[in-house]
């Protein structure tokens, strides 16, 4: 039996497609059915390697995970990654296409994409009960709609049910819905069966008399009302709270520079979810303070990136703390920046190719080359101090290191000094690891441990996705999306 699909389209994007589409997962899990997501065509830089070493959208892994079940390209079968303002790599059913310019990318032959799309969905809808189907950026898209296959082209493909969701925090909820509906067609119109505001803050009785004027001048039922929900879940998109959250009143005190192309920031998901530290995203000098730790984390342009990082004099800044043995953590391309020389001789990630001096902290050099490196990794490293700490994760990078001194290229992690790279993203989930990184910060800082250092990622996982559906079950018409998956259209 062929799965039955429901859609969830936003007026724009960040209007919390993905955290509704991961919280109406886990529902459907709770409630007994067969379900997993799909997403035709994601841009984002933070990405995952599944068990079979391809590379797929992070929120479609997190969105599996809501479902119980693991992670494949099925879910997400293109994922756009920029490299500069006007281009991207392009990952098609895990691989690497190639480096596209957005301009040749949409003047593709529309027939090879929608194959790749299509044919994924309808091998995934053969496993399941339910497709959860999420959207990529506005419903109405019109100067795209032509060779649409992310939203309204692969809704009346598929045929399914949509959900129209709109951010009520960021202003003009009720234009975004109206004016996206005026925009689509009448048979586009016809598959929107309802609409969701999302992110609301305040009383919701006060709302009700701009929700009767909505559902009148929309023709469309008001599903729900969400609030701006206080739950934790990995989050890839660029907008993301993330950068500007604190927690002022811990302890310890990590810095991220947050790069122009940064990349996977979804590897500081344990450490921000650490009650005894606080995470900080910087992108001036001026903010850095005296952090207990530096972090320099990935980006999907290592060159660029680190001209920018000595332009914002970054390169001075991190000098002085290393030699003040502060500790300092590079992760893939913050790792590479870290080396005494970056080369990418052939353009594959730089423009025009290059060569720049790296910041010397660690004796080795990078050297670019076409073939992508994509693994799942696992094993014991001697790191922050402790002996054999496990830790578990996957590479995915551009470039090959080459070592100056002693070290193998299977090694996890390289130290010299206080000073550390690793090409693996998801380095500190392990609970190993982050006790051994927070007992060296203590032990550096000279305070006791504190008492709420440690927990357990997965069962903390696992809260956040059961706070998530509860939340989601007294905010949304559940009867109604039942309702609505049932009948189809």
Known sequence: MKAKPLMIQGTMSNVGKSLLTAGLCRILWQDGYKVAPFK??????????????????????????????????????????????????????????????????????????????????????????????????????????????????????????????????????????????LLLSEDERTLVKGLIINKFRGNRDLLQEGLTMLEERSAKPVVGVVPMLDVDIEDEDSLSHRFTHKRPDAPLDIAVIRLPKIANFTDFYALEATESLTLRYIDAVGDLQKPDMLVIPGTKNTIADLIWLREKGFDTAILRLASTHTPVFGICGGYQMLGERVIDGEGVEFQGGGSIAGLGLLAMITVFTKEKQRALVKGRVSVFGSDQVYVEGYEIHMGQKHYACSETDTALCIQQGTVYGTYVHGFFDTQECRKALIEMLCKNKGIPLPQNAFFDLSQYREEQFNRLAAALRRHLDMDFIYKILAEGV
């Open 40 to 181: 035709a065509q994601n841009m984002a830089l933070n990405s995952y390697i599944t068990e079979e070493g391809l590379e797929m959208g992070r929120a479609q892994v997190v969105q599996a995970a809501a479902c119980g079940i693991k992670p494949t390209v099925l879910m997400n079968p293109i994922l756009l990654k920029p490299t500069t303002d006007m281009g991207s790599q392009v990952i098609v059913k895990g691989e690497v296409y190639g480096n596209m310019e957005a301009r040749d990318y949409f003047t593709q032959k529309k027939v090879q994409r929608n194959a790749v799309v299509f044919e994924a969905y309808e091998s995934l809808a053969s496993e399941y009960d339910i497709i959860l189907i999420e959207g990529a950026g506005s419903a109405a898209e019109i100067n795209l709609r032509k060779d649409d296959f992310v939203n309204m082209g692969l809704a009346e493909h598929v045929r399914t049910p949509v959900l129209l969701v709109g951010d009520i925090d960021r202003g003009g909820v009720f234009a975004q819905l109206c004016g996206t509906l």
